[in-house]
């Protein structure tokens, strides 16, 4: 399944597994670099629904998308090739800087929200399928951060208790803007940032336990009801360019940020 390309042209893929209606997504190597083992993770997870679908509560569908930011992952770099930290590029709360690990990145926020060819592939994905959920995989710290919303604790809780994290009501080493959990919960998707332990290790048996325990939560919520695709948006640098005319219309489906 492909999503889309990166700046250099890398193709951007996944894989669904089940049916839904209830669509949660594992979303991995948004940062590359030194956070790299969270694609390794991403893809262990995938290999192991490929080979157990029937571990896929009924209701459910699956989504895996192990390498979001693939020019990153070639550079060993936590951005892509524009320099942009791909979690600062979403239309919520956006600063053109933006804060990392290291301090402040000039920059690091793009230069307009979904200026970046990877965050447009996959905003327009999570927005074209009844997604409930999104599981971010990040490194390093071993804990799991709520999304805003109470789902979204819900969520995070769920995975914390089966993987046996730590759970952080809310991140304040350092300010966040353009983060993809607030743009995403905005729009009714539930949001839980799994920060795996060491920057090595993929944590696959307490992620394996998270991650079924979260499939579990999400059976049991109601079937999305009312949803509309945003299949034919123009998530396109062209529309992005028009971010001014087009900020008082953000419930517009030809252009939703």
């Excluded at 190597?29 to 390794?40: F, K, L, M, R």
């Excluded at 049991?220 to 034919?232: I, K, N, T, Y």
């Amino acid at each position: 399944m492909l999503l889309g390309h990166s700046v250099q042209g890398r193709a951007i893929r996944g894989v669904e597994f089940g049916h839904g209606p209830r669509w949660v997504a594992v979303i991995g190597g948004i940062h590359q670099g030194n956070e790299a083992n969270s694609t390794v993770l991403a893809n262990l997870l995938h290999e192991h629904f490929r080979e157990n679908l029937a571990e896929i509560p009924d209701g459910v569908g699956l989504a895996f998308l192990p390498d979001v930011n693939p020019d990153g992952a070639v550079a060993g770099t936590r951005e892509n090739a524009n320099g942009v930290d791909l979690n600062r590029n979403w239309d919520a709360g956006w600063q053109p800087d933006s804060y990392g690990p290291s301090g402040l990145v000039p920059g690091g926020g793009g230069t307009r929200p979904f200026s970046e060819p990877e965050t447009r592939a996959l905003a327009r994905y999570l927005l074209d399928r009844p997604f409930i959920a999104a599981i971010f995989l990040h490194s390093k710290g071993g804990l799991v951060v709520p999304g805003p919303g109470s789902g979204s604790v819900e969520l995070a809780s769920t995975i914390t208790r089966a993987a046996q994290y730590v759970h952080l009501r809310g991140w304040t080493a350092y300010p966040l803007s353009g983060q993809a959990s607030k743009y995403l919960v905005a729009r009714g998707i539930h949001v839980a940032i799994v920060e795996l332990s060491t920057y090595t290790d993929p944590d696959y048996d307490r992620n394996l336990r998270g991650l079924r325990a979260a499939l579990a939560w999400a059976q049991e919520l109601p079937e999305p009801s009312g949803f509309q695709p945003v299949a034919d948006a123009e998530f396109s640098d062209s529309c992005a360019s028009l971010l001014e005319t087009y900020r008082a219309r953000l419930a517009s489906p030809q252009c939703p940020w």
